[in-house]
């Protein structure tokens, strides 16, 4: 039986790793052409070639977010390959907690850069394609933290609050183009940048999960599975959502 995404492209940056990869991986199980970006070269590679021998189509191209030259090469090989951009998942970002009064300009320029400069970037030519084919949608990367305030690291908070702010408003800009933006907020989801952290500091483990009303860590598959339904047919009248995927973290207080 074909798939909800036969016959489109997904684009999917931060796609080597955690979320990014499942995400990926759930897009070719859909029957989508899967477009795999991310910095790290052997991972993105190892990911497209996994969903090519599981009977998919993929490409991963090496890219940073950051630089528009990068972003701008990754959506022209997108459409030298595939010739169209149906989907986009923004989802490369980085963490790294600072107290705010010892951050510096490099910490600050570091999150902001590809947090928030990542998803403008993206953005700026996934649209520019869609706006060609006539629509489209996108899926922003932004966090829980997005939502609500994070003490333990604000610079991440506030450039996830800044993805928050871009989709609602980039959202209302281009939904009479039959384009649709909306953004994900996970919780603590068990990935391989947290598994480092716990491992570095068991404890960190214990306090995530106490954020969690339902009682664990998320995994990458189930908010794998949120985006591809933000992203399908079943989800065309939303757009300009923050959609918490996150166990009930920001739901109140807990």
């Known amino acids: 039986m074909p798939g909800q995404f036969e016959n489109k492209v997904a684009l999917v940056t931060g796609g080597n790793s955690g979320i990014g990869k499942a995400t990926a991986i759930r897009f070719a199980q859909e029957g989508a052409k899967v477009v795999i970006a991310a ?7 190892q990911v497209a070639t996994e ?23 990754l959506v022209a090989k997108t459409l030298e390959t595939y010739g169209r951009l149906d ?4 989802n490369a970002g980085v963490g790294g907690g600072v107290l705010l009064h010892e951050a510096n300009d490099e910490d600050y ?18 649209i520019t394609e869609m706006l060609r084919t006539g629509g489209g949608s996108i899926v922003n990367d ?14 991440y908070s506030a450039s996830k609050h800044g993805v928050v702010g871009l989709t609602k408003s980039a959202a209302l800009q281009y ?19 947290m598994e480092s952290a716990f491992a570095s500091n068991p ?18 598959e189930e908010i794998a599975d ?29």
């Open 109 to 126: 320029d570091r999150v902001m850069n590809v947090n928030l400069r990542g998803v403008w970037l993206c953005m700026k030519y996934q």
């Open 39 to 45: 910095r790290r070269i052997e991972e993105g590679e």
């Open 51 to 73: 969903i090519r021998d599981s009977g998919g189509d993929a490409i991963f191209v090496q890219t940073d977010v950051s630089i528009t030259k990068d972003v701008e090469a």
């Open 87 to 90: 989907c986009a998942f923004n």
């Open 142 to 155: 932004s966090s829980a933290a997005g939502i609500a305030g994070f003490a333990r690291n604000p610079l």
């Open 226 to 254: 949120a985006v591809l339904w933000l992203s399908s047919d079943a989800a065309s009248f939303v757009t300009g959502a923050a959609m918490p995927v996150d166990g009930g973290a920001v739901a109140g207080f807990w």
């Open 203 to 220: 404890s960190t483990e214990e306090w995530f999960t106490s954020l969690e009303p339902i009682g664990r860590l998320g995994t990458s």
């Open 175 to 193: 939904a009479p183009d039959g384009i649709r933006i909306n953004a994900i907020c996970p919780g603590a989801v068990r990935t391989p940048m």
